[in-house]
């Protein structure tokens, strides 16, 4: 091989400008991947135990083939090099005060960096280099018998053995100078976050294809595909649906053979020139499209709307055509879209919005699309591609054993296998019926990857499980108590009951209009909550003063500062909104024209224009300031659930303070109830999601203007698609929605949507609270006198401690019952110790080339699995009847829990408030 290939190629990545320049971070990756080069030709500068210091440090020292190192390893030796002393200081110093109390940033990184700081302070470079470093003199001994195998090995060798690996520490300070410019680099070039490390590259090659035919016309295709799918079988119990991780797998063969059918040429059109075959299906066109399809990849919230108002066992207004419907769903998702480009400076620029929940989705993106190195990690040297198919395979073919074969296996309540008529036992230990107090309750991946174990953050995990802990114990003592009654219901039931203990039936409490019936509900009486539904509604009603209050004030300073920005935006629309962010991804994208906050406001305006004349043309029953009051509950409160999110991936919606605030201001109206829920619920829900697939193109340098074209237009064919499906469904499908249609078509979410605009529109939480259960009309007081002492304590309490309170993730624990409970949560908890703390915090390595890919491969074998046991098993009923798929419903589990109390026991035979005291 000549020399000159790779020092040519070593050259287009040496530092030119200023670590926040956009060209030092550019990169042409197709010259370092078309040359080996060797450990021996980067940074030689450097000496050999500097480099393998370097490598060890970004876990890439499981290189096996040192002689063809990695784009990364090459981008950031070189990188690290061309860094001075002085300036490193200064970068590590100012991580240390952006980064305090972060807790995604590793205790141990975190630490190091003061040390190094500490250290630094006064210290003058002798030689005023960036090359000066300490003298190998003065390491340890083992050190130097390190250095000295190193002077006899080969740069090509293979990578030394794990022994070598185990006896380095990394935050020991052996070499000063190196250190101090390695960690500076990993801040200012790549990501101070392992997890952002482990899917995401330092460097972007601008002249790779990203916005080309091949993405529109597969994101068309799948688009469609998808809708159909989603939209079809939303409202059947079980749903199937068909996510953006199982498209992404069938997206990367369809890339592949539209590379190699279509014709090399380009097509003029005027000024543009597209090119119908730019080479080889790269990993930019591959997002591009996954996030074509992520935006409709589910269905719009507000077909809930539709089913409400439209099916003919609901409220049955006909009145109901295409027109409203498509202003309606257009208004709100593309309201969604308003807000998500608003929300940028709070939720793609800074460092801190890491977005855990996309980040398997990156991750699977680097193992289909992403040439790799080939590496040995404790004995491991499986490429991700490789191992995210085994792992898929071992998934496929596993879920046909918990899912049809053996049904025990996924709800392993087996406590009450030894009593299943003992009505205590089963409350407490259930996993139907009951709160799943059970210390192995499934080998299910579906349930044990319920809340996300392999991608949300250990500290995520822990803090919400204590408060679903703490949620237990208040609910056990509710029910033993009988407070309010609740010990005459099932412990855990979502259902609304009666006084005689049946399910509450709204029908009852209606007249021929669907409006409230007083003479009606003078006979039935209220309805009333079992003790987990009790506790769920009043930790809902907490959260949100505490959440805004807690997060507003512990991140004021970033989010004042965004808002600043946002405000100079408006006022110099011809400014940049990557100003005043330092990200380094952030810095690679101010390459790309983005897409102006002037262009999101007009979608905004746009959208509630659109509201307002749905509401205006059709006998909607909503006042035009319901949609303003929508638009404005959202301004309050996306930006602190927005900043949850995106550090924790824990998210909450508005549906329940929308539900209770237009409940009290427009009782009795139902519809209204419904369709400014649909706003209040949808643009935080839409938002958050759009937000997230810009955060993904932000990772994968992908220009902003493609990702807003594609988002505004796959929003559009979804929504008539969709649209379409619905009404051929609600037109074609015999006994559609009905509790016993027998294709399963039992409507669950809009039969619950239905029942909260009764509930909580028809009857209103007036009566429901006001006399009832007065004490949920204290749970706003309550969540913000709660965070009151939380920021004190965060504030002024030892950080060892501090660091990982999330007491915002504590109260979302209590919200994890009625119908969820203990069952769903404990086994990913196990997982998440397994895998987030104890294999990430020492096997760092493996980790970050192999955890994430293994949670898309077990999730993509899963939905592949039940689509087919679907079609092949359950769609006509083949089921198996024997003792492992039976004995979980044996008993009160089977019949849906039940009360510790006989309400035929009670006073006059019911229980509750007396006919003269109903609200």
């Not at 919200?815 to 196990?830: E, I, K």
Request: hydrophobic residues 45%.
């Amino acid at each position: 091989m000549s020399e000159k290939g790779p020092i040519r190629a070593i050259t287009s990545v040496q530092s030119v400008d200023h670590v926040l320049d956009t060209a030092d971070h550019e990169i042409d990756l197709q010259a370092i991947q078309s040359q080996a080069i060797s450990v021996g030709d980067v940074g030689t500068s450097f000496t050999e135990f500097q480099k393998r210091l370097i490598l060890k440090r970004m876990n890439l020292h499981t290189i096996v083939d040192l002689g063809h190192l990695s784009p990364v390893a090459v981008f950031m030796i070189e990188k690290i090099a061309g860094m001075t002393v002085e300036e490193s200081i200064e970068i590590v110093k100012e991580a240390i005060v952006h980064h305090d109390e972060d807790v995604n940033i590793p205790t141990a990184d975190y630490d190091f960096w003061e040390e190094l700081v500490k250290q630094g302070n006064g210290k003058v470079s002798e030689e005023g280099s960036s090359s000066s470093t300490t003298s190998l003199n003065k390491l340890p001994s083992h050190k130097e018998k390190w250095t000295e195998k190193q002077k006899v090995s080969e740069p090509s060798s293979a990578a030394h053995s794990d022994e070598e690996d185990q006896d380095f520490d990394c935050f020991k300070i052996v070499d000063y100078d190196l250190q101090v410019r390695l960690e500076a680099a990993l801040i200012a070039y790549y990501s101070p976050y392992p997890e952002v490390r482990a899917v995401t590259d330092p460097f972007d090659d601008s002249s790779i294809p990203c916005e080309t035919f091949r993405v529109y016309l597969l994101g068309i295709i799948w688009t469609c595909l998808g809708t159909f799918i989603n939209q079809f079988f939303a409202e059947r119990q079980p749903s199937i649906t068909l996510s953006s991780t199982v498209v992404q797998l069938f997206l990367y063969p369809s890339g592949k053979i539209v590379e190699r059918i279509f014709p090399k040429k380009v097509i003029k059109l005027g000024k543009w020139h597209i090119d119908l075959n730019p080479g080889p299906w790269n990993h930019k066109e591959q997002m591009l499209t996954t996030i074509f399809y992520s935006v409709s990849s589910g269905f719009a919230y507000v077909s809930y709307n539709l089913h409400a108002q439209k099916v003919e066992r609901f409220y049955n207004n006909q009145w109901v055509d295409f027109g409203y419907q498509i202003l309606l769903t257009m208004a709100t998702n593309y309201l969604g879209i308003g807000f998500a480009g608003l929300l940028r400076r709070f939720a793609i620029y800074p460092h801190k919005a890491i977005w855990p929940t996309i980040l398997p989705t990156i991750a699977l993106n680097k193992a289909l699309v992403q040439a790799e190195t080939k590496e040995n990690i404790h004995g491991w040297t499986l490429s991700r591609y490789r191992w995210f198919f085994l792992v898929f395979i071992f998934s496929f073919c596993y879920n046909w054993i918990p899912t049809y074969l053996f049904n025990a296996l996924s709800y392993f309540n087996w406590p009450t296998w030894i009593a299943p008529n003992n009505t205590t036992l089963v409350a407490i230990t259930g996993s139907a019926s009951g709160l799943g107090l059970n210390p192995w309750p499934t080998f299910d991946w579906n349930i044990l990857n319920f809340n996300g174990c392999l991608i949300y953050p250990f500290y995520a995990q822990v803090n919400q499980y204590i408060g679903t802990m703490l949620a237990f114990l208040v609910i056990t003592a509710l029910w033993f108590t009988n407070h309010k009654w609740t010990g005459y219901i099932p412990i855990n039931s979502a259902s609304l009951w009666d006084r005689f203990g049946s399910i509450y039936s709204v029908e009852n409490i209606v007249n021929d209009d669907t409006l409230f019936d007083q003479a009606k509900y003078d006979d039935i009486g209220p309805p009333y909550y079992s003790a987990a539904n009790l506790v769920v509604y009043g930790a809902f009603i907490a959260i949100y003063p505490f959440s805004i209050i807690y997060e507003v004030f512990m991140n004021r300073k970033p989010i004042w500062s965004a808002i600043k920005g946002l405000t100079q935006g408006f006022k110099n629309f011809r400014g940049s909104v990557y100003e005043g962010f330092n990200d380094p991804h952030t810095i690679m994208m101010k390459k790309y024209k983005e897409v102006p906050d002037w262009a999101f406001a007009i979608v905004l305006v746009i959208s509630i224009v659109l509201a307002i004349i749905c509401v205006q043309v059709y006998p909607a029953q909503t006042p035009v300031w319901g949609i303003f009051f929508a638009v404005g509950i959202n301004f309050v409160f996306l930006i602190p659930l927005t900043a949850i999110y995106s550090t924790t991936g824990f998210s909450f919606g508005l549906n329940v303070l929308v539900q209770l605030i237009v409940g009290f201001a427009l009782p009795g109206n139902g519809l209204a109830l419904m369709f400014i829920k649909a706003f209040g619920y949808n643009i935080n829900g839409q938002a958050q999601n759009y937000i997230s697939d810009q955060k993904m193109g932000h990772y994968l340098k992908i220009p902003p203007r493609a990702v807003f074209r594609t988002q505004m237009f796959s929003i559009l064919i979804s929504s008539f698609l969709g649209l379409a499906v619905l009404n051929f469904q609600i037109a074609n499908i015999a006994n559609y929605c009905a509790p016993n249609n027998t294709q399963k078509f039992t409507c669950p979410g809009a039969t619950v949507f239905y029942n909260a605009s009764i509930l909580w529109g028809v009857i209103g939480p007036k009566k429901v609270f006001g006399g009832l259960y007065p004490i949920l009309q204290w749970c706003f007081l309550i969540g913000f006198l709660l965070a009151i002492p939380c920021i004190a304590f965060k504030k002024y309490g030892p950080k060892k401690y501090t660091k990982y309170f999330q007491p915002s993730l504590m109260v979302g624990g209590f919200l994890f019952y009625a119908p969820y409970n203990l069952s769903f949560y404990t086994g990913g908890l196990y997982m998440s110790i397994a895998f987030m703390w104890y294999l990430k915090s020492r096997y760092l390595a493996w980790w970050q080339k192999y955890n994430f890919v293994l949670s898309g491969a077990m999730d993509a074998g899963v939905a592949f699995s039940a689509i087919i046991i679907f079609f092949a098993v359950q769609y006509k009923d083949k089921s198996l009847s024997w003792w492992g798929n039976n004995v979980i419903w044996n008993g009160i589990e089977g019949m849906g829990g039940q009360g510790r109390l006989d309400p035929a026991d009670a006073p006059d035979g019911y229980f509750g408030l007396r006919p003269n005291q109903w609200p």
